[in-house]
Every structure is written in C-alpha cells, then in structure tokens.
C-alpha cells in the first residue's frame, strides 16, 4: 500500500476510535465541545499511528493496541490546548483554526484539556479493570510517564523557565527529549509492549523513538524560521519572539538541516532487522524531515 494511502487509512481508524471514545454530554455540552474542537481540529495523528506501526513490527492485536494509542492523541491534544494559553506561549492559531481558549475562553480551555488528560487516564484504567494483562499496564506506566514531570511537563518547565534565558545544547536537547521526544518513544513503546515484543527489540524500538523524536523537533524548529502560517496552522517565529534557543539558533538552518537527515538515518539503521515489516516506519522516518507543516 502506498504510503500516503496508508497514513489516511490510520488516521480514519483512529478518528473513528476517538469519536466513540469522547462522545457529546449532553449534561454538560460545552466542555465536550471543546474537548472535541481540539480534538478533531485536523491533527496528524502521528503518535497513535506510531503505536500502530509498532503493533504490526511486532505483530501484535491492533484492536488491542488501538484504545491506548487514542489515549496517547488524547494526551497530546490535552498538552497542545495549554501550551496555547497565555500563560504559556499565548498563541491564537493551532492547526489553521483559532485557539481553544479563543474560542471557549481560558477557563474552559484548561478544563478542555484536564478532561482529556483525564479520560486518556479514565479510559485506560477501565480497559486494565476488564482485562488486567501486565502488558496493558505496562503500557500505561509508560504513557503516564512519558506526560508527567520526567517527560513532557518537566519538558515544559524547562522551557519556561529558559524564555529570556541563554541555556546550553544539553539542556535545549534535555528539553526537546521530554517536552517532544518523551510521548513519541512512550508512542512506539507501548504498541510494542502490548504486542508483546522482547526486550532487546522495546529497547531499539525506544531507541529509535528517541532518535525520531529529537529529529522532528529539528525540523520544526526549521519551520518555525522557514516556514509559513498557512502551510503550519500555526504562528511562526515564536522561538524569536519568545527569545527561546533553538537548533537554528546553536547551529543555522543548513547544520539543523544536516542534523535532522543524519538522526532519521542514524533511526532508520535500528529498524534493518525486521525487513519489510519496518517499511512503513522507516517511511515516516522520512516523512518528519520531509514535512512542511
């Protein structure tokens, strides 16, 4: 199946997925509503196709897979409505259409994303309730892990903390690895762990994660600078005007490009081992350099 075909083809499961999994309440509409309006504002769906990737490299149950890998969007659409708050980068356009707390107001954008950090939470504890496997709460730990203080909010805190601020490439890298990296490898991983994969294999697959991981923040990093804010849904240079340190900024667009193409070269090597099953992955490998939005 060609490739494009394919990213389509999983990104309709997983949207049919997450509309039975977050529903309207007619109780309460308008937090459902705006939980949704984040939700399914036209995202790439890129983590939870990971999750799937990884499923069929191991050959493990999609159907198994597929509930947590909408737990992982959930996630991510929670953490993108706070990062638009004014506390935070204070920004009006996420995927071409205004801000959750632009159209609901703040206090409704932070309960939006609380509730979709809570029913990612909900949802999988239901799923291990039912059918207590390890590997189902295994893959949980990770997930819980990958968003919490040691991953995508420690992540956030030091970029906070690092506006107005010169810091160093360890820390910038420290920082992309959990704020970016952490919930992309959490991503890979617990497909794998549900699929039941060894352990030397969750290790390059985390690897490989990891790698993938940092490189897609390169690359928007570089569209940040050389983008557009039609082709991102997003406003560009916040970096600059944030006065954030950026790989542009340690190394020129040039290096960063260079950079970029080595670590999806250096990610594409962990998957040899599997042949044609890693075909599609190493497909998206390509796919986080190559992209303009």
Do not use: W
């Not at 997983?14 to 949704?36: F, G, Q």
């Not at 890129?46 to 909408?70: H, K, N, Q, S, Y």
């Not at 794998?192 to 060894?198: F, L, N, R």
């Not at 557009?228 to 900024?249: M, V, W």
């Amino acid at each position: 199946m060609d490739f494009n075909q394919y990213l389509t083809e999983k990104k309709d499961l997983i949207d049919n997925k997450l509309d039975s999994l977050v529903p309207e309440n007619r109780e309460i509409p308008v937090i459902t509503e705006a939980m949704r309006y984040s939700l399914f504002a036209g995202g790439k769906r890129l983590r939870p196709i990971l999750t799937l990737m990884a499923c069929e490299v191991f050959e493990g149950c999609e159907e198994d897979v597929l509930p947590f890998a909408c737990c992982i969007e959930m996630i991510h659409t929670y953490s993108l409505i706070h990062d638009d708050l004014p506390a935070m980068d204070n920004d009006d356009l996420r995927r071409g259409k205004p801000t959750n707390h632009k159209v609901f107001g703040e206090g409704f954008a932070v309960l939006a994303g609380d509730a979709l950090l809570n029913h990612a939470f909900e949802t999988m504890t239901a799923i291990i309730a039912n059918t207590p496997k390890p590997e189902y709460v295994r893959a949980m730990e990770l997930i819980c892990k990958a968003s919490g203080v040691n991953g995508m909010i420690g992540g956030q805190c030091i970029d906070l903390y690092s506006e107005n601020k010169s810091i160093d490439l360890e820390t910038l890298k420290r920082m992309h690895g959990k704020k970016t990296g952490a919930l992309i490898t959490a991503s890979l991983t617990a497909g794998a762990v549900i699929s039941k994969a060894g352990q030397d294999d969750i290790k390059n697959i985390m690897e490989f994660g990891d790698l993938i991981g940092l490189a897609f923040q390169v690359t928007d990093d570089i569209l940040d600078v050389s983008g557009s804010t039609e082709k991102l849904g997003k406003t560009i240079n916040k970096d600059a005007k944030y006065h954030k340190s950026n790989f542009i900024s340690f190394y020129g667009m040039e290096k960063s490009r260079q950079i970029a193409v080595e670590l999806i070269e250096e990610a594409k090597q962990k998957l040899a081992n599997y042949g044609n099953k890693g075909y599609y992955l190493s497909e998206l490998a390509n796919y986080i350099i190559s992209r303009d939005n």
